[in-house]
């Protein structure tokens, strides 16, 4: 099946670069897809957990996951849309963390009935008002998701893609990889033509350490080398149901007061998509490659009240 993305740049490449050896004057196939079951993985992990059942008005579960999946492709054409190729005189090379690696995950739900305050008296009125309330919610804490950097500006004038939609290359990695806070960092990215001169806000990993690979060949970065922005949520709840009756358990007035990001931490993007307009940008032609200017939302509070009957 022929690869309609790169239909176009095969047929200009006797214009643009007429030595090059994998232009053959006459060819008349743009390029050929193949797909095989040929992928290799392995997952290793440390799991644990811990339970408390429902006694004093607590009840709680806790797990925490340390694992490392690593692969040559995460699943069907690597769930990726095409955000990166493949080389396909080298396999091997692609072997990296999965794109769904999470090197360490800790979630925590809970849920506690306040206790009882003395000294409300006999009045059924005032003790249904005030005993019974919950607060509940669940906490995450999450290391990032892999990124892979990618050159969309197909210079190596193979379309060595693994999927039919696109066909980026990688680019050359100069320098070992640094992350940063990107409420903090500024930086002047340099792989840019022409370069920038001004620094710049946001940026989750240095730019300049990327170059673009000569035409012709293929880049030495690899596959996920790096990880983007974690996750550290927490949502809440505090509820109370109010019954009719209380020997009627079915029906009741629940009222309840939710927090999602209750703490307001910035839960940074980290969607490894170098052609989209989302997460951190790793495509090396992109203005804002190595920045992360999208985030999940902030603080939300919703008030809510249900009716059983």
Not at 201 to 210: D, E, K, L, Q
Not at 233 to 249: A, H, P, V
């Amino acid at each position: 099946a022929a690869d309609p993305t790169c239909i176009a740049n095969r047929a200009n490449q006797h214009v643009l670069y007429p030595s090059h050896a994998l232009y053959a004057p006459g060819n008349v196939f743009a390029s050929v897809g193949v797909q095989a079951t040929n992928g290799v993985s392995n997952y290793n992990s440390l799991q644990a957990s811990l339970t408390k059942r429902l006694s004093y008005g607590l009840t709680f579960l806790a797990s925490y996951t340390w694992s490392h999946s690593i692969d040559d492709t995460s699943g069907y054409e690597n769930a990726s849309a095409g955000y990166r190729g493949i080389n396909p005189f080298n396999f091997a090379s692609y072997r990296g963390d999965s794109s769904f690696d999470a090197r360490q995950r800790f979630v925590f739900s809970y849920d506690y009935e306040l206790p009882r305050i003395n000294g409300l008296g006999k009045n059924a009125f005032v003790r249904g008002l005030v005993d019974g309330w919950h607060v509940a919610g669940i906490t995450t804490l999450q290391t990032g998701f892999p990124i892979t950097v990618a050159d969309t500006g197909f210079r190596s004038l193979s379309c060595d893609s693994y999927t039919y939609y696109g066909c980026p290359d990688a680019p050359n990695n100069v320098a070992p990889v640094q992350t940063y806070d990107p409420r903090t960092s500024s930086l002047v990215n340099t792989t840019r033509n022409p370069a920038n001169t001004t620094a710049l806000p946001y940026y989750w990993f240095n730019p300049n350490g990327f170059a673009l690979e000569p035409i012709g060949t293929m880049g030495n970065e690899g596959r996920n080398n790096f990880h983007g922005p974690g996750i550290n949520n927490t949502d809440l709840s505090f509820s109370k149901r109010f019954y009719y009756r209380t020997e009627d358990q079915t029906r009741f007035l629940e009222l309840r007061l939710e927090g999602y990001n209750v703490f307001n931490h910035t839960q940074f993007s980290s969607i490894p998509v170098a052609n989209l307009g989302n997460g951190v940008y790793s495509d090396i032609n992109s203005g804002n490659f190595g920045q992360v200017l999208s985030a999940a939302p902030g603080r939300t509070i919703q008030l809510g009240a249900k009716l059983y009957f």
